[in-house]
T-cell receptor, first 114, second 116 residues
Framework: SQTIHQWPATLVQPVGSPLSLECTVE??????LYWYRQAAGRGLQLLFY??????ISSEVPQNLSASRPQDRQFILSSKKLLLSDSGFYLC?????????????FGEGSRLTVL | DQQVKQNSPSLSVQEGRISILNCDYT??????FLWYKKYPAEGPTFLIS?????DKNEDGRFTVFLNKSAKHLSLHIVPSQPGDSAVYFC???????????????FGKGTLLTVNP
């Protein structure tokens, strides 16, 4: 069966520090991968998606970047965090060609920037 | 501009009664709609979906209704149970043509509380 993991689960970082959130999917190949953010009082906002290794699409201009160094690995990064980067970050995947329209989400990473 | 709107941030119902969660959308290109359920500190989990070619989809206690002319969908939970207490997100996508990545647009969510 397929599983998705992301870490760390909780992170408290000072303004201006770097960020790296990791996500891995197991039990599938060639998944589409996504990073979403849920900020306080807001819905889930799509940040990045990837349809293959090295292929990243950004949905909104921001202080963050994403990379996909391996088929089932998706990384969210920042060189210098801002207060506004605080939120609940969710990695998600779908099976690509055989997709039914459903996204499968990871457990989430709570980022607090102080 | 919010393309998927859940205008009720919260809803409280008694156990055994019906819960109705509403969602409106503005993008007429949306052709696939989903509901997700989210518990605190967890990722959302898929609940039920509906294609724009249908107006109703039922799965056990959960039914989703779609009114395309009104650009409105609703999730009915009957009977409601305390374990249903969670945040419910409405989501929509366009171009569900298979093989495409699914960029879901989510609403802000509605917190459902089912009281025993």
């Amino acid at each position: 069966s397929q599983t998705i993991h992301q870490w760390p689960a909780t992170l408290v970082q000072p303004v201006g520090s770097p960020l790296s959130l990791e996500c891995t999917v197991e039990g599938t190949s060639n998944p589409n991968l996504y990073w979403y953010r849920q900020a306080a009082g807001r819905g889930l906002q799509l940040l990045f998606y990837s349809v293959g290794i090295g292929q990243i699409s950004s949905e909104v201009p921001q202080n963050l970047s994403a990379s996909r160094p391996q088929d089932r690995q998706f990384i969210l990064s920042s060189k210098k965090l801002l207060l506004s980067d605080s939120g609940f970050y969710l990695c998600a995947w779908d099976p690509g060609l055989s997709n039914t329209g459903e996204l499968f989400f990871g457990e989430g990473s709570r980022l607090t920037v102080l | 501009d919010q393309q998927v709107k859940q205008n009720s941030p919260s809803l409280s119902v008694q156990e055994g009664r019906i819960s109705i969660l509403n969602c409106d959308y503005t993008n007429s290109m949306f052709d696939y709609f989903l509901w997700y359920k989210k518990y605190p500190a967890e990722g959302p989990t898929f609940l039920i979906s509906i294609s724009s070619i249908k107006d109703k989809n039922e799965d056990g206690r959960f039914t989703v209704f779609l009114n395309k002319s009104a650009k409105h969908l609703s999730l009915h939970i009957v009977p409601s149970q305390p374990g249903d207490s969670a945040v419910y997100f409405c989501a929509a996508s366009e171009g569900n043509s298979g093989g495409s990545n699914y960029k879901l647009t989510f609403g802000k969510g509605t917190l459902l509380t089912v009281n025993p």
